[in-house]
């Protein structure tokens, strides 16, 4: 793993249905975006980190704190934003982090790749069990079911795998939205048209097991809050005091 060249990228956008201009709303003093790139600056295997957008606003505060930014065009979806962004890059692995997560873990971003400690792996993410009745309810929350070789089976907003019957350990696991692909593949993962379970569930990793590819999934214990809405920013905020951020 030492070997490989691991650059990060952030995929960042201004516009937003629930909360316009979110990776720039302030978090207790800085920029969410800043928070996103500081934590992943930390993960001693990345080489670089970099913040991927359309905006020059968001450009321009990431030059600001001394980040490293780039600018794209109009992108469907963050996976082809980071592609675009590193098509010239000379990488092995490309990691996604997500913007809207000021809290997310060092430890986390090193558990997506540990997945490639195993060559044959492409693409990796996340699962964390869930106990909580309401999380698995949830179609915001996705959850993932996996082989016995930890490859995903398949990603869903429904409740899977179904409760039938009473079993003595019922694990239900919800997906969480990082991954780390291997450079190559992502040109592959993007070229490929929207698949049918894709449009379905509206999930883009659903294209790649519809087309055959496998995702390794890593159990994490870490636990990172999303931001969609001003409300969850006021939850991160008091997370980071009570945790001793600020």
């Known amino acids: 793993m030492h070997t490989r060249n691991i650059i990060a990228i952030i ?10 201009g979110k990776p720039l709303a302030i978090v207790n003093g800085k920029p969410m975006i800043q928070w996103v790139y500081e934590q992943t600056k930390k993960v001693v295997l990345i080489k670089d980190v970099y913040v991927a957008t359309d905006d020059k606003r968001i450009f321009d ?5 001394g980040g490293q930014a780039i600018m794209t065009g109009d992108c469907s979806c963050g996976t082809d934003r980071i592609f675009e962004a590193s098509k010239d890059m000379d990488a092995d692995i490309i ?42 309810d949830n179609p915001n929350v996705v959850k993932v079911i996996t082989d016995t070789s930890n490859d995903a089976i398949y990603f869903s907003r429904y409740p899977i795998p179904y409760k039938r019957n009473d079993l003595d350990e019922y694990k239900v696991y919800k997906h969480v939205g990082m991954y780390a692909y291997k450079k190559d593949f992502l040109k592959t993962f993007v070229n490929l048209p929207k698949s049918f379970l894709e449009k379905s569930e509206s999930l ?28 969850q920013l006021k939850a991160v905020e008091e997370s980071m005091i009570k945790e001793g951020w600020v």
């Open 11 to 20: 995929p960042a956008r201004y516009q937003s249905s629930r909360f316009p």
């Open 95 to 136: 990691v996604n982090v997500q913007g809207d997560e000021p809290m997310i873990r060092p430890q986390m971003i090193e558990e997506v790749l540990s997945a490639f400690e195993d060559e044959n792996v492409l693409m990796s993410t996340l699962r964390k069990r869930i106990d909580d009745q309401e999380d698995i």
């Open 61 to 65: 505060t990431v030059v600001s704190f």
């Open 204 to 231: 883009e990793q659903l294209r790649c097991l519809e087309n055959g590819f496998k995702i390794r999934v890593i159990e994490t214990n870490g636990e990172t809050i999303g931001v969609d809405t001003p409300e």
